[in-house]
């Protein structure tokens, strides 16, 4: 990666991508779907909210952690002096031509973070294996006729329902209406082993002392319980902390 990724999801995709290449040399990803056609689980609850509180929406919903909290992780000099994440939440929600606050959101997915998330995810992944994954869901028509839906539509059926309706023509309900998948990664999420030790020796290496990125009392907070702290979505912080120390490492960056 030209830059560190959190997710786990991209460690999975990379073991997936390895063993797809050994078989064929082009995909179909459904990549886009859900923030095209609102089918994450906290779309719903922005159906609700007012225009004008898009914003602080959002950030509640989405944000891995607050300002504040990211101050208890960083050394100083390597913080902002203001919430730039959302002040760049709030500068987006508040553009005109989003009708609704779940409109604003999609738009904010679909411009901002698919592009630097999801996307850049699975194409690096990949094209590591020499494997073409192609995107179907974001070809530009149909993004444009998704983003002129109401929200309605796009909400029924527990998300996605109007893809899900169009998909119930083609394909088998067990398809179209089977649990939605994601890709685990339990040594990641639930850190011991070799993993562990990995990150271990990392995060207390000298080079990532010099650096000074991160506070080493935090740090040593993290690797005294390893599993113990969660992002507010869910993540391992030690796994965040340590991921961005690892590349930093791994592309000589002092």
């Given amino acids: 990666m030209s830059e560190p990724m959190m997710s786990h999801d ?11 290449a050994k078989e064929v040399k082009v995909v179909q990803s459904g990549q886009g779907a859900d923030e095209v056609f609102a089918g994450y689980h906290w779309y719903p ?59 604003a959101d999609l738009r904010l997915d679909t411009q901002v973070m698919m592009v630097d998330d999801p996307v850049k995810r699975v194409d690096n992944m990949t094209m590591d294996w020499g494997l073409e994954a192609r995107v179907p869901f974001l070809d530009h028509e149909l ?8 929200p309605g539509l796009k909400l029924a059926d527990g998300g996605k329902g ?23 990664v339990p040594a990641i999420k639930h850190m011991a082993g070799p993993v562990l030790q990995r990150v271990r020796e990392a995060l207390t290496a000298p080079e990532a002392k010099e650096r000074g990125v991160f506070r080493q009392e935090y740090v040593a907070e993290l690797l005294e319980a390893p599993n113990a702290h ?21 592309h000589g960056i002092r």
């Avoid at 993004?143 to 109401?150: H, I, R, T």
């Avoid at 993540?235 to 991921?243: C, D, S």
């Fill in 230 to 250: 969660r992002t507010r979505r869910g993540a391992n912080t030690l796994w965040q902390v340590a991921l961005l120390e690892i590349w930093l490492q791994t």
């Fill in 162 to 184: 109007i893809l899900k309706a169009a998909g119930r023509r083609v394909l088998p309900a067990e398809v179209v209406d089977r649990p939605k998948g994601y890709f685990p």
């Fill in 10 to 20: 991209v460690v999975a995709f990379h073991l997936l991508s390895e063993q797809v």
């Fill in 143 to 150: 993004v444009e006729l998704a983003a002129a839906c109401p």
């Fill in 45 to 103: 609850a922005m159906s609700g909210v007012p225009r004008r509180q898009a914003a602080e929406a959002y950030i509640d919903t989405y944000f891995d952690r607050s300002h504040g909290e990211l101050a208890r992780i960083l050394e100083p000099g390597m913080l902002a002096w203001r919430d730039v994440s959302a002040e760049f939440v709030r500068a987006h929600m508040a553009a005109e031509g989003a009708e609704t606050a779940l409109d």
